[in-house]
């Protein structure tokens, strides 16, 4: 039931509007959701009205939220799960479950091609924009460690004409952005995709144009019922593609470049004294 609901929901996917795109993500990735929630709340987490989704589903042939639920009633084997957290433990369970999905989505072919991709491009490019250029830092960073020729890329000011002058097809570009997104995170997408550069795309499961660029596209939940969305299952994604890196690339090699940065780092700089080694 689950499967033929999710169809209908994506079935002429290609001619939506962005709206009806991040709508059609959204259910599709949670219907297990879907009995706790109402078209104001789904519409709230999106950023489009409740008119906007009960349009979407009287397109899809429900008349109204409450026929989806009416046709996902009888599907028993659905993983139920909260509605959205309120409470400080509720919330952590939200967080807990979105870590979990982190590491299940690591069990995917999907994701093995991802790290095989970045351990054996020729050169890794990573930008991450407004409040997620940290997070795509700190992968460059922690990358850089495990393997020769990462970028990072700063994205505040706009300036993007070299590292587009520098991409190749033997590379691979990572972009890092959550809602509300970015134009320069669709931009840089397009530009690297029309030069036939692989691309990965890591963000949260809403995003209306990533699944049309690259087969590459990892996403991790960030509405968990705060204020603000948390990136913990992002940083947790970010840091497991880290981990797999090593073990493709191979944890002796790995062992051997850090050895070598390490000595050129205490040679240069220096480690305080009683520090041990990673």
Same mark, same amino acid.
């Given at each position: 039931m689950a499967d033929t609901v999710r169809d209908r929901i994506r079935s002429g996917y290609e001619d939506f509007t962005v709206a009806e795109r991040m709508i059609a993500n959204w259910l599709s990735d949670n219907?297990? /959701?879907?009995?706790?929630?109402?078209? &104001?709340?789904?519409? &709230?987490?999106? +950023?489009?009205?409740?008119?906007?989704? +009960?349009?979407?589903?009287?397109? /899809?042939? @429900?008349?109204?939220?409450? !026929?989806?639920? %009416? !046709?996902?009633?009888?599907?028993?084997? !659905?993983? @139920?799960?909260?509605?959205? =957290?309120? %409470? /400080?433990? %509720?919330?952590?369970?939200?967080?807990h479950a979105a870590v979990a999905d982190v590491y299940a989505l690591a069990a995917t072919p999907l994701w093995g091609e991802v790290v095989r991709l970045l351990a054996h491009a020729r050169t890794v490019h990573v930008a991450g924009f407004q409040t997620e250029r940290g997070l795509a830092a700190a992968f460059a960073d922690h990358l850089t460690y495990v393997r020769p020729s990462v970028r990072s890329h700063e994205t505040g000011a706009g300036r993007f004409s070299a590292m587009l002058a520098e991409l190749e097809p033997s590379d691979v570009l990572v972009l890092v952005d959550i809602r509300r997104y970015s134009r320069h995170f669709l931009m840089l997408a397009e530009r690297a995709v029309a030069q036939n550069v692989p691309l990965v795309v890591v963000t949260?499961?809403?995003?209306?144009? !990533?699944?049309?660029?690259? =087969?590459?596209?990892l996403t991790a939940e960030v509405s968990l019922g705060h204020f603000w969305d948390m990136n913990s299952a992002l940083g947790s994604l970010l840091n497991l593609l880290i981990d797999d890196i090593v073990r493709d690339i191979g944890v002796a090699d790995v062992h051997q470049r850090l050895s070598v940065l390490s000595g050129t780092y205490s040679e240069f700089i220096g480690f305080l004294p009683g520090g041990s080694a990673r």
């Open positions: 219907l297990d /959701r879907v009995p706790f929630e109402t078209a &104001a709340s789904i519409g &709230a987490r999106l +950023g489009v009205s409740a008119m906007t989704v +009960g349009r979407f589903l009287k397109a /899809r042939g @429900w008349h109204g939220l409450a !026929a989806l639920k %009416s !046709a996902l009633r009888d599907d028993l084997n !659905a993983p @139920w799960l909260l509605a959205r =957290p309120q %409470s /400080r433990d %509720s919330r952590l369970q939200a967080e949260d499961p809403y995003c209306p144009w !990533a699944r049309d660029l690259t =087969p590459y596209f």
